[in-house]
């Protein structure tokens, strides 16, 4: 009697789990971004919620989670119940980059957190100060070889940009000094007035400050020409191919959420992403509307973490 009575509680449980399932969503959806309002990343998690909410039934709430380059957020992320209410915006820096940085992290980024699509992808600039007398990426490599040195400015320690400077410094041996931004506009600003050499930024933020000549845009780490820079080569163009980065957001959930929220939130973002009204918000923004499958992501996730763990064990970047 007592395994009958057993066996129909886990039937029961099971029963209750499969509805509460079908029955996904009935109250709001929390997405966390671990960046602040305003940064590209929640604005695309923003147009995204709008449009998830309207197509789910309920509202999707933003929470932005901010500091230590990503790691507060995606640590609150992966600490969340996996029933489907909370959803996180991942980026290239928090699924493939602070797992190789942050030595006293209390979870692994690689399996605390399930891919369900990617998003968006941006284009890379580096730039130059207006004050500074280089006006290509064959003029800083040559400076660079005559013993000049340069300073540069990204949104923070560990970012897939501060590794975009690494990368040039390992590849080309130009001497490179980070300079670390909480509020990466004020790195801009130090730029335009000449205290710092160079950006590396998102097309998003520059893209003013660029059309306004107020940076000199170098080169981009896109595959191809980017349409806002048509005179800007990339880093093909230039010789370096292996500096070719793009950056990406990607939405994802703590680990063991049901497979059916899993697949039923990847199609309605893959909807939304077509979406023509949607596209044109986005691109207007200069950011790239995508979506993939779950093991698509996964697959993107694992090769961009095996790439950057390099970058940075080469660089020897560690955060305690």
Known sequence: MLRFHFAVSILM????????????????????????????????????????????????VID???????????????????????????????????????????????TALV??????RIE???????????????ELFNAGKQGRSFTFATPGVGTNLHLIGELIKLRTGVNLTHVPYRAASVGYTDAMAGRIDLVIAGLPPLANLLRENKLKPLVTTAPQRVPA????????????????VIGWFGLLAPAGVSGDIIGKINTEVKAITLSEAYNKRMQALHIEPVSNSPEEFGALIKAESARFGEVARQANIKVD
Not at 124 to 138: D, E, G, K, R, Y
Not at 229 to 244: A, F, N, R, S, V
């Open 13 to 60: 449980g099971l029963v209750a789990t499969s509805s509460a399932q079908e029955g996904w969503p009935t109250r709001p959806i929390s997405l966390v971004v671990p960046y602040s309002a305003g940064t590209a990343p929640d604005v695309i998690a923003r147009l995204l919620g709008d449009q998830l909410s309207a197509r789910l039934g309920q509202p999707v």
């Open 64 to 110: 932005n989670k901010t500091g230590a380059g990503g790691l507060i957020g995606t640590e609150f992320a992966a600490g969340s119940k996996n029933d489907g209410y909370t959803l996180f915006l991942g980026s290239l820096d928090t699924q493939a980059i602070i797992g190789h940085l942050y030595v006293n992290r209390k979870f692994d980024p690689a």
């Open 115 to 120: 891919p369900i699509s990617i998003l968006a």
């Open 124 to 138: 890379n600039i580096v730039a130059a100060s207006p004050m500074l007398n280089i006006t290509s990426m064959q």
């Open 229 to 244: 820079l048509p005179d800007t080569p990339t880093m093909t163009e230039i010789g370096q191919k292996e500096l070719t």
